[in-house]
């Protein structure tokens, strides 16, 4: 029988359900991630490979804009390779740019993920709720494990349409993974997800998203001075973080977002202007000191100071990579936003509202952890992405034809 684009397509999904379901196992012993960007990496090539006519480039302003994202990452590797600490946290890296390779199995193969995933969604849902059940018991298993922070980012999957009645499910599926795993970001999550489906205009979001992120960058300037205080006392590689919590009320409403605070202002503050041409890969985000570990990961400091991150990856990879970054990001978002908000209604009623919700809810995860810089997760963010891409590319031709 002769292989067919079929056939690569579900093998693809069925290595991407399984390491989105458990990459403590898939990824961490068998290394999904890095199969999924090879499989994405053929995909690609395949599909620009010349035949007549040329190169068959897609008209899709969010492929390019990817692409473009592949290219400064290339550049960032090229001049990585003189700045670097040590091959491994190069390599280690590395993983942010060819996880992005991912994104053009959700571009290439998404309408056979539709049908796939008609197939799979009991699974993902039952999978989960078991995985919940066993977490609010307290229950280990290897077989049984799901990360808690993205988790909610494959219950869209599950309802059988993206509008009020699936939003519900959604959010009570997000209350119940709430309660098992004690998340204070899927609080936000649920949140922000309901501001998204209510807004109704996509000039009112904009204007609501600029608000909260001046409101935001406002508290950050104001809570400035506080946060020197992370250098008080003997070093650590984070810093005196109590020191930081006793010096304002605020900090001790949640510590573990007074600790990401801290965090963001040591790699958007303390590496500014290094940040804004961006650091590059296999090079520290912070200081540390070799040799020592005064962390609770049971890793020394140079490890945590390459690989950990932020704790909000696009704060993150715009240190790594630069103010470039930063803005093909927010045109990415703003392309798949403006389209989201203005066809809603149609996404709606073909049933791919919740490709969306998903596409958000892993953004909105990214915003307190790591994300695109973790073989772990990355994959996850970058496959839905090409879903929502390939999904908005098929909207286009579909516009151009009537």
Same mark, same amino acid.
């Given at each position: 029988? =002769?292989?067919?684009? =079929? ?20 990824? %961490? ?29 897609? =008209? ?50 998404? *309408? ?35 990360? %808690? ?10 309802? =059988?349409?993206? /509008? ?11 209350? #119940? ?22 807004? $109704? ?44 919590? /006793?010096? !304002? ?10 600790? %990401? ?9 303390? $590496?500014? *202007? ?9 090079? *520290? ?26 704790? !909000? ?6 240190? %790594? ?45 990214? #915003?307190? /952890?790591?994300?695109?810089?973790? *073989?772990?997760?990355?994959? !996850?963010?970058?496959?839905? #992405? ?15 034809? /009537?």
């Amino acid at each position: 029988m =002769k292989l067919q684009k =079929k056939h690569i397509a579900e093998s693809s999904f069925i290595l991407y359900l399984l390491y989105a379901l458990n990459h403590y196992v898939f990824e %961490r012993a068998f290394f999904f991630n890095e199969l999924l960007a090879l499989i994405g990496f053929s995909v690609f090539c395949y599909e620009l490979y010349p035949r007549e006519g040329g190169i068959r480039w897609p =008209k899709s302003t969010i492929y390019l804009t990817v692409c473009l994202l592949i290219a400064l990452g290339a550049v960032h590797l090229i001049i990585s390779w003189h700045l670097k600490t040590s091959l491994y946290y190069y390599l280690r890296n590395s993983v942010i740019i060819y996880s992005i390779f991912t994104f053009f199995l959700g571009f290439y193969f998404f *309408p056979y993920f539709q049908a796939f995933i008609k197939k799979w969604k009991y699974v993902i849902l039952g999978y989960a709720l078991m995985t919940m059940s066993l977490e609010l018991f307290s229950i280990k298993t290897i077989i049984f494990q799901m990360d %808690r922070q993205v988790v909610s980012s494959l219950f869209p999957f599950t309802v =059988k349409r993206g /509008n009020s009645m699936g939003i519900l499910i959604v959010v009570f599926l997000g209350i #119940f993974y709430t309660i098992a795993y004690s998340a204070l970001t899927s609080v936000v999550v649920i949140g922000l997800l309901l501001v998204i489906h209510f807004t $109704k205009k996509y000039a009112n979001f904009k204007m609501g998203t600029s608000l909260l992120a001046l409101g935001i960058v406002a508290t950050f300037l104001y809570l400035s001075p506080f946060l020197k205080h992370y250098k008080e006392g003997n070093y650590t590689l984070f810093g005196n973080v109590i020191a930081v919590y /006793n010096s !304002n009320p605020i900090f001790q409403i949640d510590h573990n977002t007074s600790w %990401r605070t801290i965090f963001w202002y040591r790699t958007v503050v303390e $590496k500014f *202007p290094e940040n804004l041409v961006g650091i590059g890969f296999g090079t *520290p985000l912070i200081p540390y000191r070799k040799g020592e570990k005064t962390t609770e990961s049971n890793r020394y400091d140079e490890h945590d100071a390459h690989v950990t991150g932020a704790h !909000n990856t696009f704060i993150t990879l715009f240190t %790594r990579m630069g103010l470039p970054f930063l803005v093909l990001i927010l045109y990415l978002y703003n392309t798949v936003l403006k389209e989201y908000f203005r066809y809603r209604r149609y996404y709606t009623e073909k049933n791919l509202n919740q490709y969306f919700w998903s596409f958000f809810i892993l953004t909105i995860v990214g #915003f307190f /952890n790591l994300l695109l810089e973790t *073989p772990t997760l990355a994959a !996850n963010y970058w496959i839905v #992405f090409g879903f929502i891409a390939g999904m908005i590319e098929q909207h286009r031709r579909l516009l151009q034809q /009537n």
